[in-house]
């Protein structure tokens, strides 16, 4: 045989050769890997995605939006995809907004096969970043949380996570009604990755709205009065609430310093202090014991006590805030004037155990039942508990410790008429009523009424908030100053106080409670010079909105 021929025979017993092989590695793949290869394809041409649920809205009384979701996108990359990293962060930086040097980083990771370039982009400008087209860059949806309102009732709000989940605040506790459930798309990508068909597998169900008894107007009144005394007495802190006493609706509940919604800050400044801090009352605790006496049949309202110009108890020297010879003051003129004097005379005719239970029955030391989550129980101390001087200092409001939401309760008692009801935020879910809780009573009406009379004295003539006024209206409520304890210690500051008020409108019907609680002010210290103002800015606003006539 010829040496051509020889040669082109081998070579075509080589392709004979070949073509078997490949025949045979067709029917082994056909036969018996069929399965395993089709499931790989499938995962490089079909994927399923998880489509985050929108979040429920959270809109105040009228239906003002102060929470909402929208979708939006998070950019990713994977970085061993990327050809031209440096061109690449170029065009997307300047989608992004981002630092070009920041992108280029991430796109150069080496040894990572997914990085995030930015989350929680929204929807628009995502998409712009796909109409790049730069393979190894990718989108995955995500729900964005906003705050259209910004700082407003920031506290109240609280915030959620990268994914969606309730950190604090209303977002937290309620997290379970707002978040919803996703859902799961299926896309068929062709070989690029890019998706040539998308269908829905389970819809992504939204979260419930919920509708708050707050309202935007008020709130934002409440927070611009907080920021002038923040400027004018730069205090540590201060919050502020404004309620419905027939109800126990929250109208307003206000923090300073403010923090933004939409923006990080420390934990710290996210506490809501309604609810989160506590602090001595100092004379607006006066009410447990007057308003307790009263009840147990102990005092009226003319009943008179001598009252020395001071009071020696054991160790303890007692004093009123201003020095005064010894006098005789009826029961109405000591809350009045915040005699401390009178008052511990008056705790004296309770006793420990009696005056223990009327702290105890007017709420404190023990949870609101308010919707908001976080909420500090104060610390009031037991009769066991108590040593010789304890009745010196406990009526006066000095040895306990209350949240601000308490006192508020504590006051809507004697506005209404007597029912302590548990405070409340959240009107609606779904735009279902929630239930109102009945409350139960702590004083008669008669009680009730006789202090809503007496504590109009504090703003009259001769009281401690005298200057407080709005024409045309009733007012009444009580000043407060005590000293705070120093930090880590048992002992009082010689410099910081707490200043407060808390009242309500009008005296004869209220219709509205206002509380102010400011720390550690500056360049003053009292309730009556602090505080109070603030709470008459508060009410003048609130009576002509509220359209409560005057009376």
Same mark, same amino acid.
């Given at each position: 045989?010829? =040496?051509?021929?020889?040669?082109?025979?081998? !070579?075509?017993?080589?392709?004979?050769?070949?073509?078997?092989?490949?025949?045979?590695?067709?029917?082994?793949?056909?036969?018996?890997?069929?399965?395993?290869?089709?499931?790989?394809?499938?995962?490089?041409?079909?994927?399923?995605?998880?489509?985050?649920? +929108?979040?429920?809205?959270?809109?105040?009384?009228?239906?003002? @939006?102060?929470?909402?979701?929208?979708?939006?996108?998070?950019?990713?990359?994977?970085?061993?995809?990327?050809?031209?990293?440096?061109? /690449?962060?170029?065009?997307?930086?300047?989608?992004?907004?981002?630092?070009?040097?920041?992108?280029?980083?991430?796109?150069?990771?080496?040894?990572?096969?997914?990085?995030?370039?930015?989350?929680?982009?929204?929807?628009?400008?995502?998409?712009?970043?796909?109409?790049?087209?730069?393979?190894?860059? /990718?989108?995955?949806?995500?729900?964005?949380?906003?705050?259209?309102?910004?700082? %407003?009732?920031?506290?109240?709000?609280?915030?959620?996570?990268?994914?969606?989940?309730? %950190?604090?605040? !209303?977002?937290?506790?309620?997290?379970?009604? $707002?978040? *919803?459930?996703?859902?799961?798309?299926?896309?068929?990508?062709?070989?690029?990755?890019?998706?040539?068909?998308?269908?829905?597998?389970? /819809?992504?169900?939204? *979260?419930?709205?919920?509708?708050?008894?707050?309202?935007?107007?008020?709130?934002?009144?409440?927070?611009?009065?907080?920021?002038?005394?923040?400027?004018?007495?730069?205090?540590?802190?201060?919050?502020?609430?404004?309620?419905?006493?027939?109800?126990?609706?929250? !109208?307003?509940?206000?923090?300073?310093?403010?923090?933004?919604?939409?923006? @990080?800050?420390?934990?710290?400044?996210?506490?809501?202090?309604?609810?989160?801090?506590?602090?001595?009352?100092?004379?607006?605790?006066?009410?447990?014991?007057?308003?307790?006496?009263?009840?147990?049949? +102990?005092?009226?309202?003319?009943?008179?006590?001598?009252?020395?110009?001071?009071?020696?108890?054991?160790?303890?020297?007692?004093?009123?805030?201003?020095?005064?010879?010894?006098?005789?003051?009826?029961?109405?003129?000591?809350?009045?004037?915040?005699?401390?004097?009178?008052?511990?005379?008056?705790?004296?005719? !309770?006793?420990?155990?009696?005056?223990?239970?009327?702290?105890?029955?007017?709420?404190?030391?023990?949870?609101?039942?308010?919707?908001?989550?976080?909420?500090?129980?104060?610390?009031?101390?037991?009769?066991?508990?108590?040593?010789?001087?304890?009745?010196?200092?406990? =009526?006066?409001?000095?040895?306990?410790?209350?949240?601000?939401?308490?006192?508020?309760?504590?006051?809507?008692?004697?506005?209404?008429?007597?029912?302590?009801?548990?405070?409340?935020?959240?009107?609606?879910?779904?735009?279902?009523?929630?239930?109102?809780?009945?409350?139960?009573?702590?004083?008669?009406?008669?009680?009730?009424?006789?202090?809503?009379?007496?504590?109009?004295?504090?703003?009259?003539?001769?009281?401690?908030?005298?200057?407080?006024?709005? &024409?045309?209206?009733?007012?009444?409520?009580?000043? *407060?100053?005590?000293?705070?304890?120093?930090?880590?210690?048992?002992?009082?500051?010689?410099? #910081?106080?707490?200043?407060?008020?808390?009242?309500?409108?009008?005296?004869?019907? @209220?219709?509205? %409670?206002?509380?102010?609680?400011?720390?550690? =002010?500056?360049?003053?210290?009292?309730?009556?010079?602090? #505080?109070?103002?603030?709470?008459?800015?508060?009410?003048?606003? /609130?009576? &002509?909105? $509220?359209?409560?006539?005057?009376?």
């Amino acid at each position: 045989m010829a =040496p051509m021929q020889l040669r082109i025979g081998k !070579l075509f017993a080589v392709f004979v050769i070949l073509l078997a092989a490949a025949g045979a590695r067709t029917f082994y793949l056909g036969a018996f890997q069929a399965g395993k290869l089709r499931q790989v394809a499938d995962g490089q041409q079909l994927t399923k995605v998880e489509m985050p649920a +929108l979040r429920g809205a959270i809109l105040d009384r009228n239906g003002i @939006p102060l929470a909402v979701s929208e979708a939006g996108e998070d950019v990713s990359a994977t970085p061993y995809l990327v050809k031209a990293p440096v061109a /690449a962060a170029t065009r997307i930086s300047a989608v992004l907004g981002l630092r070009e040097s920041t992108v280029e980083k991430a796109l150069t990771k080496a040894h990572t096969g997914f990085v995030y370039i930015e989350r929680g982009v929204p929807e628009a400008t995502a998409q712009r970043v796909a109409a790049l087209h730069i393979p190894g860059i /990718a989108l995955s949806p995500v729900a964005l949380r906003a705050y259209p309102a910004g700082p %407003l009732a920031a506290q109240v709000l609280g915030n959620v996570d990268v994914d969606g989940n309730g %950190l604090a605040g !209303l977002e937290y506790s309620k997290n379970a009604v $707002l978040r *919803g459930s996703n859902g799961v798309r299926r896309e068929v990508n062709d070989a690029r990755g890019d998706p040539i068909s998308v269908s829905d597998l389970k /819809a992504a169900r939204p *979260g419930k709205p919920i509708e708050l008894t707050l309202d935007s107007s008020l709130q934002n009144a409440v927070e611009n009065v907080l920021a002038a005394v923040g400027a004018k007495y730069r205090p540590q802190s201060a919050t502020a609430i404004a309620m419905d006493p027939q109800t126990g609706a929250i !109208l307003a509940m206000a923090n300073w310093p403010r923090v933004s919604a939409n923006e @990080p800050a420390p934990a710290s400044a996210r506490i809501n202090r309604a609810v989160g801090m506590t602090f001595e009352p100092g004379s607006t605790f006066k009410i447990v014991a007057i308003g307790g006496a009263l009840q147990d049949g +102990l005092v009226t309202p003319t009943t008179n006590f001598y009252l020395p110009s001071s009071l020696q108890i054991y160790d303890r020297t007692i004093h009123d805030a201003e020095v005064r010879p010894a006098e005789e003051a009826t029961v109405a003129q000591i809350l009045a004037k915040s005699s401390n004097i009178g008052a511990v005379e008056i705790g004296g005719k !309770l006793g420990g155990a009696r005056f223990n239970h009327w702290v105890s029955r007017l709420g404190f030391g023990r949870p609101t039942g308010v919707d908001l989550p976080g909420e500090q129980y104060g610390i009031v101390p037991q009769p066991a508990q108590y040593s010789g001087v304890s009745m010196a200092n406990l =009526p006066i409001g000095q040895g306990e410790s209350v949240t601000p939401l308490q006192l508020t309760s504590a006051y809507a008692a004697i506005a209404n008429g007597g029912i302590l009801r548990a405070p409340h935020i959240v009107a609606a879910i779904d735009g279902k009523p929630t239930p109102t809780p009945a409350g139960r009573r702590v004083f008669d009406p008669r009680v009730a009424s006789e202090l809503r009379d007496m504590l109009r004295g504090v703003l009259a003539p001769g009281g401690t908030a005298s200057q407080v006024t709005i &024409p045309g209206y009733q007012l009444a409520g009580k000043t *407060g100053t005590a000293q705070e304890v120093v930090a880590g210690s048992t002992t009082y500051s010689k410099t #910081a106080y707490d200043a407060s008020f808390v009242g309500f409108a009008p005296a004869g019907d @209220p219709k509205v %409670l206002v509380s102010v609680e400011v720390s550690a =002010p500056r360049g003053a210290i009292n309730g009556g010079e602090v #505080a109070a103002p603030a709470f008459g800015q508060i009410m003048s606003f /609130a009576l &002509p909105y $509220l359209k409560i006539p005057p009376a």
